[in-house]
DNA sequence: GGAATACTTAAGCATGTGCTTAACAATTCA
DNA sequence: TGAATTGTTAAGCACATGCTTAAGTATTCC
């Protein structure tokens, strides 16, 4: 999932989704890439299940799956708020002199 | 940011350092792994700004920046909330005969 | 049917990434 | 001082990644 939002041409094409479905040759026009190079970034995407596609005729429809991107949001939200947590726990500490809970070094 | 987030074994530095600031050695423990491997990958987050080192004596002590995971955090956000916007939009559409407030395609 | 459209597959190539070992600092401490 | 600890640098290697071109395969439209 990270390994698929690593790459600036797949950000980009996610922008894009943002606005809406679109067919592999219009996420391909803004680019100077050749389609091949565009569907194989597709083809990450989808792997990670960050896009969803869908192939009507001839014509394949991609679309963004917003609960894949949650799923990372939450993954980054779960470390940051227990960093912060304890950043929070140490500056409590530091301000008053209230023995704090628990802690292993100050028996 | 998401190239340095990309990697496993980054991920789970990061998640060790969530309980605290720790040496290099510390962090290599878990890892079979040789310690210049690790050092890359700490190299990578510092680049990415996702760590933080300071060198005191021999030891480097590493720690996580809350505020870049929440950089992150906020470009996902951003985007999963643009597509849901959208979504919610085209659901109400759905559900109403009410005409939306703008498009292009029904002037 | 036949041409145009919209992708798909396969192969190959240059560069990036993740790892290793070996040798080299720099610091601490007996 | 000199040995142990902690980290750093450099080189090299295997494999992954991002891209390309060339040649297919469906679909649609005339």
Same mark, same amino acid.
């Given at each position: 999932?990270? /390994?698929? @939002?690593?790459? #600036?041409? +797949?950000?980009?094409?996610?922008?894009?989704?943002?606005?809406?479905?679109?067919? &592999?040759?219009?996420?391909?026009?803004?680019?100077?890439?050749?389609?091949? =190079?565009?569907?194989?970034?597709? /083809? &990450?995407?989808?792997?990670? =299940? @960050? &896009?969803?596609?869908?192939?009507? =005729? +001839?014509?394949?429809?991609? *679309?963004? &799956? #917003? %609960?894949?991107?949650?799923?990372?949001?939450?993954?980054?939200?779960?470390?940051?708020?227990? %960093?912060?947590? +304890?950043?929070?726990?140490?500056?409590?500490?530091?301000? *008053?002199?209230? #023995? #704090?809970?628990?802690?292993?070094?100050?028996?």
């Amino acid at each position: 999932m990270f /390994q698929a @939002l690593a790459d #600036p041409t +797949r950000r980009a094409i996610l922008i894009r989704l943002c606005e809406g479905p679109a067919s &592999v040759s219009e996420l391909a026009r803004p680019f100077a890439m050749s389609l091949p =190079g565009i569907v194989q970034h597709l /083809q &990450v995407l989808e792997g990670s =299940g @960050l &896009v969803r596609t869908e192939k009507i =005729g +001839r014509v394949r429809s991609c *679309s963004i &799956v #917003p %609960a894949t991107v949650r799923l990372a949001e939450g993954w980054l939200s779960a470390r940051r708020t227990a %960093a912060e947590r +304890r950043l929070d726990r140490l500056e409590s500490f530091l301000d *008053s002199d209230d #023995p #704090p809970t628990t802690t292993r070094s100050t028996s």
